[in-house]
């Protein structure tokens, strides 16, 4: 019996040094986390903005029924976040507020988001326990701007917030609130002490748990799909796969000597090398004509990873496997 309570005391302290928290469980970028973090045998405090929907996506993961709770919170309120946050050594703060059809004003939106960021980065310093704050931003927050289309775009690089009021384009309000929150983060976090390291994916494409098409994948397979009224390719698309940018944020949480932002992103290709991949390995979809998909808007000379790839970090995964896992989980799941 003793040695039972020892060894029960002793995997309590285990889990508490390897507890983690998860916002935004029911998305496309978190639930692929929350998999990879069960897998490393983290445990994981999930946050779902609804807990009435089938969370078996979630629960049936390996290692989910020792090492996976589910809340629910909700943006609005930044202090529901608090019973998932409590006893965390890490929180990985993916949840933001989705607006992509212009719905709320740009005001409204970038007001919740940042209100939500400063809440819950508060509770991690409440809690006495986090360490480190893995953010996860967004492309939206560095490429768009109105100078500098030509140039390699690196972590100095933000979007700039006037410029993409003035462009008034529909999703507007997602792309301003991610810039405007991220750096709201990074303000809050220096003033106060807290160890935050913001990760800025590009397009992610491949694989997918959640029980929804996400966005990405929607547009990344949009010559396939067909939703060409809200497709507009640049000249070159820069992409990560799902698992890498996964393995990018846990990397990133655990590297002692990570800090400030690392943007993540594998490969960029062109639309041409698109197409040329769609008809060479998948000659049974049919697709769109890409001509009058291109944004030029949107071109701009790619993405550095060389930060990130300074620390360490490598890509597994190049634009084959991120466009067949991504077709062959649209398949399974009826969209394709």
Known sequence: MINSAMELDAEDERKKKRSVCVSGGEGFVASWLIMKLLQRGYSVNATLRDTNIDTRFLTNLPHAGENLRIFAADLGDPQSFKPAIEGCVGVFHVAHPMDLVGTESVEMITERSIRAIHGILQLCIDSGTVKRVVYTSSISAVFARDRGAAAELNEEAWSDVEFMKQLDFVGAGYYISKTVAEMAAIEYAEKRGLDLVTVIPSWINGPFICPHLPSSIHSSLGLIIGNENQMKYAKITPMVHTDDNAEAHIYLFEHPDAK?????????????????????????????????????????????????????????????????????????????
């Open 260 to 336: 400030g932002r690392y943007i993540c992103s594998a490969v960029e290709v062109t639309v041409e090398e698109m197409v040329d991949h769609l008809r060479s390995r998948h000659p049974h979809l049919k697709l769109l004509d890409p001509e009058g998909l291109i944004n030029p808007a949107a071109n701009f000379g790619g993405l550095s990873s060389k930060k990130l790839l300074e620390l360490g970090f490598k890509y597994r995964y190049g634009v084959a496997e991120m466009f067949d896992d991504a077709i062959q989980c649209c398949k399974q799941n009826g969209w394709l």
